[in-house]
């Protein structure tokens, strides 16, 4: 396996996590973290992409709520 295939291979996995990530936390996570978000289906659209891509900071995000609360 060549150094482009594994980089490939792990920003495939990336990703990959993050749209698993994505999905539940735009349907149930994103009000605990913006309360302006709740309803608003275009907002969760148009984020999409960003929480796939800051999935880890959103994750982050979520557990220091969660322990803070």
Request: net charge positive.
């Amino acid at each position: 396996m060549s150094s482009a295939e594994i980089i490939l291979l792990i920003g495939q996995l990336y990703l990959g996590l993050g749209a698993l990530f994505a999905v539940p936390f735009l349907l149930l996570g994103v009000q605990r973290l913006d309360h302006a978000a709740d309803g608003a289906w275009t907002f969760r659209l148009l984020a999409l992409p960003g929480c796939v891509a800051l999935w880890p900071v959103l994750a982050l995000k979520l557990l220091r709520r969660r322990s803070a609360a």
